[in-house]
């Protein structure tokens, strides 16, 4: 059996009403998901569940939903619970939006759902969004936080997201 397969990648447009549909549906996972993680110990932290759909929403619906959903969830998510932090917010808008852009990309690129795809994917916005946090904090242990505790979450970013996207294609 073949680890990657052919998907079919949506790329709708600003004027379409599904798109906004989509960005609705994909952000309000994102606003879920983290409250729900965020019920155990480090959960946040560990599961990163604030980039799930914005890696599938990106990888599958494109550029323009992807890119939304980026923005919008983590803003919300500040905005309404305090999770993330004003301060950490940058550095994650940063991850979040190079997520959506390399999602897209890759997806567009190949056509196609693989482990490795979705690797490269996670492992670019990770070590962008380390990079950008350490020369904003100047600090390369907060920066590297994802990948002392977040490996967890990366791991079911991919895995997840690769049998969510080949259930669907």
Same mark, same amino acid.
């Given at each position: 059996m073949s680890m990657e397969k052919e998907i079919r990648i949506?790329?709708?447009? $600003? %004027?379409? $009403?599904? /798109?906004?549909?989509?960005?609705?549906?994909f952000v309000a996972g994102n606003v879920v998901l983290p409250?729900?993680?965020?019920?155990?110990? +480090? =959960? =946040?932290?560990?599961?990163?569940?604030?980039?799930?759909? /914005?890696?599938?929403?990106?990888?599958?619906?494109? $550029?323009?939903? =992807?890119? #939304?959903?980026? &923005?919008?969830?983590?803003?919300? %998510?500040?905005l309404a619970f305090g999770m993330p932090a004003?301060?950490?917010?940058?550095?994650? #808008?940063?991850?979040?939006? &190079?997520?959506?852009? /390399?999602?897209?990309? &890759?997806?567009?690129? /190949? %056509?196609?759902?693989?482990?490795? +795809?979705?690797?490269?994917?996670?492992l670019t916005y990770q070590c962008v969004g380390t990079l950008s946090e350490w020369a904003m904090t100047s600090s390369f242990y907060v920066a590297i936080q994802d990948f002392r505790l977040g490996v967890p979450g990366m791991t079911l970013q991919i895995l997840l997201s690769y049998l969510l996207l080949r259930k669907m294609s």
């Open positions: 949506y790329d709708y447009k $600003l %004027n379409e $009403l599904k /798109t906004y549909l989509f960005v609705i549906l409250q729900l993680c965020h019920l155990i110990p +480090n =959960g =946040g932290k560990i599961l990163l569940p604030i980039y799930f759909f /914005t890696l599938f929403a990106s990888y599958k619906y494109g $550029l323009k939903v =992807g890119l #939304m959903t980026a &923005v919008l969830s983590p803003l919300i %998510n500040s004003l301060a950490l917010l940058p550095a994650i #808008m940063i991850k979040s939006i &190079v997520l959506a852009f /390399t999602a897209s990309f &890759v997806a567009n690129k /190949t %056509n196609r759902v693989s482990i490795i +795809n979705l690797l490269i994917v996670v």
